[in-house]
C-alpha cells in the first residue's frame, strides 16, 4: 500500500499531486515526508523498494551499551556519585555561562565607551572587576575540573562491569544464527544486570560499603562480572536445547574470556586454517596415535610446531596411559600439563583424541566460567511464576517431540488459580479468533491462559504480540504458550518472551515410562499375549527413537519416529493377538512385519540399510520365541526362549503394575548393547557431537548481514584465510603450472591415454577425463579466488559472478559454480584441501595408467573424485574383456583368495575404513571400548563376475556392507560382500559400514 508513496508515482490533475493509496487517490504536498520506526533490528525489506528508503540504525552499539550500563551500575552501586557528577556538571556550565556574560559584558562597555578609556574611572574600575570575576570563575572552573577527574576515576573502576556486561549482550545475540528461537531483548539483559547488582548489594559485599579502598572496589567488580555471567548463563542455557548448551558456553568463554587464547587457536579450533602436509613431516606422527589422524596432526605441526615439539610425543612410555585413557582430557601427561594453556590441552585432545573431544570442551567450558557443571538445573515451573514471570512477559515453552508439560503446568494452575481460572487452547485453524477472546477476558480477570502448539500459527504470532503490546492485564494474569522449533518464528515475540526449553528425558526406561503412561488403561484390557506383546512394541519403539543419538551409525539420519507411528502398531498389535491364547493359536507376526516395515515405521526409512536395521529389529521383539504367554507351559520358559536385550524376562500377566515394575528397574542410563551398537560407539558420538558444535561455532562467526554489497574492509578480513590457504596449498606443486598449460594446449583425452590400453580402454578414458576435469576445476578455483583477491586490491570490478562467489565464501559455503563441478565437503577450506590433494593425487594414476602399472598395483579410491565412475569403468572394461553385456555382471571381491574376475579384469583397493566392528581379512569380530573409532582393511581384490558364476564365501557366510565416500553416510559408493560367520544379524544391528579414507 505504501509503494506509490515510497517511489513517488504522482499523476497531476491540473495544479494539484495526487498519489494512489489503496482504492483512493489523494493529494499529495512536496513536503510531506514519511517516518516509519520499528522495534525489529533486522527488518526485512525488499530489494525493490530498498533504494526509496534512507535506513537510519539507531540499534544499540556496543560502546553505547557500555556507557548505558556503566549509569545503571552506578545508579545501583553508588548513586551519590552520579548525583555529585550530575551537580558538578550543573555548577561548570553555570560558570562557563557566567564566563561567557562577563566577556560579553565587557566587550559591550568598551564598545559604549567615549572619550580616552583610560581616563574613565567608571570603566576601569568595571574592568577590574571584571578581571577579578573571571579570575574566580576560572580558578573554580578548575576546581571543578580536578573534581570531575578525581569523580571520573570513581567512575572507571566500574567500567570494566560495563564493557564486559556489553560483550555478554552481544554473545548472546548471535544465538539466533544457530537456531531462530534463540533471541533475547535488551531489557531481558538489562534486568539480569540489574538483578546482579541487586543480589551482590542484597550479599553485603556491595561497593558503596567499601568505597575508602580502591582495591576492594576491583575486588567487587570482579565478583559481580561474574555474579552476572553466572546468571546470564543460567538464563539463556535453560532456553537452548540439550545440544546447543555446551556451544553455546564455548561461544560464551570466546567471546569473554579472550586472554585465554593465543594467536591463531580458535582459527585452528573451528577449522578455520588448512594445510598440505608431506609424508616427511608425517613420519614424526607418534606410533601410538591412530593413522587417520593423520591430518590434523600435521595442520597442528605446521601451525604450531613449537607447540607440537614440546609434547615429546615421540616418548611411548609418556603418552601411553593418555592415549588409552578413558578420560584422556584428566589425565594429562603432569610435566606436559603444567606447560600447556587449558585450551593448548584441548587443541592437542583434537588432533590425536577426537573420541574425546567434547569431554574435553566441557571440562574447559566448567573451568573457564568458573562453574561446577555447565548444564542448567531442572525446570520448575512453579519457581518461574513466583520468582520471574510477570502479567505482560508470555511464558513460553519450547517443547520437543515426546516431551508434553500440559500435566505438569495444569496442575500448577490448579493450585495457583484454580481449575476455573485456568483455560487452555489447542491452536490450529480456526482458533485464533477463540483465544484472542480468551486472551482479553483472561488478562481482565486474573485467570492463566495456555496457548498450545503455536508454532501452527505462525502468520497469527505477530497479532498476538500486538494484543500483548495493548493489554494492561490483571497482577495474576499469565500467558503460557507451547511452541516447537520454527525457523520463522516472529522474532519479537521470542524477545519478549520468557523463554524455557522443555526436552523429553532421553534413555529407554523414561521412553518406554511414557508409553506405558499412555497405555495404563488399555494394557490390561486383553489377553497376557498382546499385553506381552504390546510391551514388546513399546522397547521396539524405544530403541528406534534412542538409537538416533548415535546418527549415523545407529542411523544414517534423523527419522521421524513419533507417537502416531506406535498407535497405529498398538491397533495392528491389539487384531493379530486379538485370538491368540496361551497354548492355542500362534500370532499372525508376518502381517505386523508387513506393515510396520512397509507403511507405518518403514515409510519413513529411505536407505536400504537403514532398513535392513528396522527388519532386523522386527524379527529380534516379534516372535514367538520371545513372548512367554504363547505356549510356554504356564509362563516356564522353553528351551527356545528369547529374553529381550539387556536379559529382560517379560511378565506372564496382563496387569500394568508388572510392566511398570520392569520398566522401574531398568538403569537410567543406556549401553550401547542394547541397541545391538559397539561398545566403543561412545567414541564415535563424542567426534560426531563435537564436530557438529565446531560447526555452530563457525556459524556464529559469521556477519547477520548478507554480503549484498562490496565492503572491502570486511572481504579482505574474512576472505583473506581462504586467500592464503589456497596460496598456502599450492606451494610445492605444480598443478596451477599444468592446468594452464595443458588446457592451453587443449589437450584431448586421447594424448593423456598414454599406452595403457589404448583409446577404447575405459579404465584408462576415466583416468584421463578425471585428470582433466580436476585441472579444470583448479583453473576455475584459482580464477574465482583471483578475482576476489584482485577486487579487494582494488585492481579488478566486481561482476556478478565475483560478488556470487565472495557472497557463498563469507557464509563459510562452498560457490555454487565450484559445487556444480564436484560435490564435496560442505566447508570451503575443506573443499579447496580435498581439491588440491585429488589432483595430486591423480597425477600419480596418470602415471601408472601410462605405464600400465594401474591394474596391477593397489589404489585407493579416496583419490577420486568419482570413484563410483571409476567402478562403473571397470564393469565396462570387464565387460568388453568377457565379451558379454554389463547386465550379466556383478561385482565381487576377496581378501582371502585370488579373484578371478570375468575377463581377467581386477583391481586391489587399498585405503577402506570400517566402522561398527573390526575386520581382519578373514572374518568380522567385535570391537572393544577402548578400540579405536574406524579400523584399516586390509586391501581387497575387486572385480566383477558373471552372476551365473557362485563364489563362496571365505569363512562361512558373508553380508553385504555399504561403501560410502565419507563417515557421514551421506553418498553411497557400492556394496562389498565380507565375510561375517554365521550371525550376520550382529553385525546388521552394529551399524557396520566401510568409506573411503577421506581425511
Known sequence: MLYPILRRELTRQGPRYMVQIGEKSTDYNADFRLFMTTRNAAPSIPPDISSHIAEVNFTITRDGLAGQLLGVALQAEKPELESRRTELLQNEEALKVQLAGLEDTLLQELADAEGDILENKTLLYSLNETKEKSGTITASLAEQEELQASLEAERDAYLPLANDGSTMFFVI??????????????????????????????????????????????????????DLQKLLFRYVSRSLLKADQLMFALHM?????????????????????????????????????????????????????????SLRLADNELWNTWAHSPTCERDFPREIAQNLSPFQQVL?????????????????????????????????????????????????????????????????????????????????????????????????????LCLKNVHLVIA?????????????????????????????????????????????????????????????????????????ALFCLAWFHAVLQER???????????????????????????????????????????????????AIYGGRVDNRFDMRVLRSYLRQFFNDDVLTALGGGGGSRSSKQRRLPGNLVLPTSAHYKDYAEVVDSLPDTDKPTLFGLPPNIERSVQRVTS??????????????????????????????????????????????????????????????????????????????????????????????????????????LLTPQIQSDATALLQHQVPRVWERQW??????????????????????????????????????????????????????KTARAAKCSMDELRIACSWGRSLQGAGGVTIKVAGLQLEGCHFDGANLSETVAD??????????????????????????????????????????????????????ERWVLSGAALFLNDA
Open 173 to 226: 545475540q548471535d544465538l539466533w544464527k544457530v537456531n531462530n528461537m534463540y533471541q533475547f531483548s535488551l531489557a531481558v539483559f538489562l534486568r539480569l544486570f540489574r538483578q546482579a547488582l541487586a543480589e551482590a548489594d542484597g550479599g553485603g559485599g556491595g561497593g558503596k560499603h567499601n568505597a575508602d579502598s580502591a582495591t576492594a572496589v576491583q575486588v567487587h567488580v570482579d565478583v559481580l562480572t561474574k
Open 253 to 309: 568463554v570466546h567471546g569473554i574470556r579472550g586472554d585465554l587464547f593465543a594467536d591463531r587457536e580458535w582459527e585452528l579450533f573451528t577449522g578455520q586454517l588448512v594445510a598440505m602436509t608431506s609424508k616427511e613431516k608425517l613420519r614424526d606422527m607418534p606410533s601410538w596415535c591412530d593413522a587417520d589422524r593423520a591430518g590434523p596432526f600435521g595442520l597442528l605441526q605446521s601451525t604450531f610446531p613449537g607447540l607440537l615439539s
Open 348 to 448: 592437542v585432545t583434537q588432533a590425536m583424541r577426537p573420541d574425546r573431544l567434547q569431554s574435553a570442551m566441557a571440562q574447559f567450558a566448567r573451568e573457564a566460567l568458573g562453574m561446577a557443571s555447565i548444564t542448567p538445573e531442572p525446570v520448575s515451573l512453579r519457581r518461574l511464576v513466583e520468582q520471574e514471570a510477570s502479567p505482560g512477559e508470555p511464558i513460553m515453552l519450547v517443547v520437543t517431540p515426546g516431551a508434553d508439560p500440559s500435566a505438569e503446568l495444569e496442575e500448577l494452575a490448579v493450585a495457583q488459580v484454580g481449575r476455573d481460572g485456568y483455560h487452555q487452547v489447542a491452536m490450529g485453524q480456526g482458533q485464533a479468533e477463540l483465544a484472542m477472546r480468551l486472551l482479553r477476558e483472561c488478562a481482565r480477570s486474573g485467570s492463566w
Open 460 to 532: 497469527w504470532l505477530p497479532t498476538l504480540e500486538k494484543a500483548m503490546n495493548e493489554l494492561q492485564p490483571h497482577a495474576n494474569f499469565r500467558l503460557w504458550l507451547t511452541t516447537e522449533v520454527h525457523p520463522r518464528f516472529p522474532a519479537m515475540l521470542l524477545q519478549s518472551s520468557l523463554k524455557v526449553t522443555y526436552e523429553a528425558p532421553p534413555g529407554l526406561k523414561k521412553n518406554l515410562q511414557r508409553t506405558l503412561e499412555g497405555w495404563s488403561q488399555s494394557l490390561g484390557s486383553g489377553s497376557p499375549a498382546r499385553a506381552q
Open 548 to 598: 538416533r543419538l548415535y546418527i549415523p551409525q545407529g542411523w544414517t539420519k534423523f527419522y521421524e519416529f513419533s507417537s502416531s507411528d506406535i498407535r497405529a502398531s498398538a491397533e495392528v498389535i491389539g487384531r493379530v493377538c486379538g485370538g491368540a491364547r496361551s497354548g492355542s493359536n500362534r500370532v499372525a507376526w508376518e502381517h505386523v512385519y508387513g506393515l510396520l516395515e512397509n
Open 691 to 796: 564436530a557438529a558444535i565446531i560447526a555452530q561455532l563457525k556459524v556464529l562467526q559469521l556477519s547477520a548481514s548478507i554480503a549484498e554489497k562490496f565492503d572491502r574492509e570486511r572481504w579482505s578480513s574474512q576472505l583473506s584465510p581462504i586467500l592464503m590457504a589456497w596460496k598456502k596449498l599450492n606451494q610445492g606443486t605444480d598443478i596451477l603450472a599444468q592446468a594452464k598449460a595443458e588446457l592451453a594446449r587443449g589437450k584431448s583425452h586421447a594424448n593423456l591415454n598414454g599406452g595403457g590400453g589404448g583409446d577404447d580402454d575405459p579404465v584408462a578414458a576415466f583416468v584421463a577425463l578425471e585428470r582433466t576435469d580436476a585441472l579444470a576445476l583448479v583453473k576455475l578455483v584459482h580464477g574465482s579466488l583471483s578475482a576476489i583477491s584482485k577486487v579487494i586490491r582494488g585492481q579488478g
Open 823 to 876: 560435490a564435496g565437503p560442505e566447508d570451503p577450506l575443506l573443499w579447496i584441501k580435498s581439491l588440491v590433494a585429488k589432483t595430486t593425487a591423480l597425477g600419480n594414476w596418470v602415471d601408472a595408467q601410462r605405464s600400465g602399472a594401474l591394474m596391477s598395483s593397489p589404489v585407493d579410491l579416496a583419490d577420486l573424485f568419482h570413484p563410483d565412475s571409476f567402478l562403473n569403468a571397470l564393469h565396462q
Open 931 to 984: 578400540a579405536p573409532v574406524v579400523s584399516e582393511v586390509p586391501p581387497v581384490r575387486i572385480g566383477f563376475v558373471k552372476r551365473a558364476d557362485a563364489l563362496p564365501a571365505d569363512g562361512g557366510g558373508t553380508l553385504l556392507l555399504p561403501l560410502y565416500y565419507t563417515a557421514d553416510r551421506d553418498r553411497l559408493v557400492t556394496t562389498l560382500d565380507v565375510p561375517c560367520g554365521s550371525d550376520s
